[in-house]
DNA sequence: CCTCATTCGGAGAATTTTATCCGAAATCCA
DNA sequence: TGGATTTCGGATAAAATTCTCCGAATGAGG
């Protein structure tokens, strides 16, 4: 409905991290593993994610990614300006190449307030709060296992 | 941000056909080039919201398009079921495939209310009303002349 | 030094979304 | 009836997104 499969991937890998001991570099691999996505793709936002200067990345042996320094301060927001481009909140909900106050389609009024909300609901999400209910056991970050998805009944 | 380009070819469409007197077709022809979309792609736009019972179509000379009876009560999330597809407001912002109040992803007991405020006004939000917002000539439905968009330095 | 494990970076494949093309069918009108 | 106009429907192209592959560079540890 908003984000992309890459923002997904990337808020997700970013949240699994921030639930590890920060400094000890975490694998490609065993992100992509616990949260079920394709490791190369996954490989290439970690990428991304690195020039962003979210994450360290350290190769060969005892290699991976950790966050840099204070990333577990980033909201939702920062991580998608890398993600989705800058534009990412400021595009009309229909697609009018301009849409402001002054000359506005006819959804804007309405939109602007709603907009306003997730924006500021994305800017107080951080990391360290994701994580942190991850790590309570309340809220998960990887899909279900498929046996509990869809019962099978017995042959 | 939210809605696909088809989505949005599709609402802007009908809302034009709204402004216009019913009963009378307009052609596709017609509302491409006001709102400056591919005229190909909008007519398999208009196709899909013939068979989604939104319009009428008529072929040969005096053909075109106009809304069905009633049509002009649909409202946004009416329209988005058939462009988006049943599971549009279902999904988890984080893109897991079960994101329920049992069992849901660090994002879900915030996300859930704004989700509300937008099906609220996707629900209340019909064409009639959003015709008559243009008709006014507070709101537009199409983009400014690129003449308005970026004004030329004198030679 | 060599080997192994990892990320890097570029190329490219697959899929989905967006867009185009064209012949056929329908409809109006002369 | 025939010509003009329009939508219909199927095939296809182009672009964007998602995903894969592989050789090279880097670093750890023997």
């Known amino acids: 409905m908003i984000l992309s499969r890459t923002s997904q991937y990337a808020i997700q890998a970013l949240i699994f991290i921030a639930t590890r001991p920060p400094g000890e570099p975490v694998l490609n691999r065993e992100i992509a593993s616990y949260l079920n996505v394709p490791p ?36 939702l927001m920062q991580i998608l300006l890398l993600t989705e481009g800058p534009s990412f909140t400021q595009e009309c909900v ?34 360290e709060k994701l994580a942190r209910a991850v790590q309570t056991g309340k809220y998960r970050l990887s899909d279900l296992p498929t046996s509990l998805l869809a019962p099978m009944r017995r042959a």
């Open 94 to 127: 229909l697609g009018l190449k301009v849409c402001s106050d002054a000359t506005a389609c006819p959804m804007h009024t309405k939109w602007v307030p709603i907009k306003k909300k997730v924006v500021a609901l994305l800017n107080e999400q951080t990391l």
């Open 40 to 75: 190369a793709y996954l490989a290439k936002i970690m990428q991304s994610l690195c020039k962003g200067n979210l994450l360290y990345s350290y190769r060969g042996r005892l290699g991976g990614f950790c966050l840099r320094e204070g990333a577990s301060k980033t909201d």
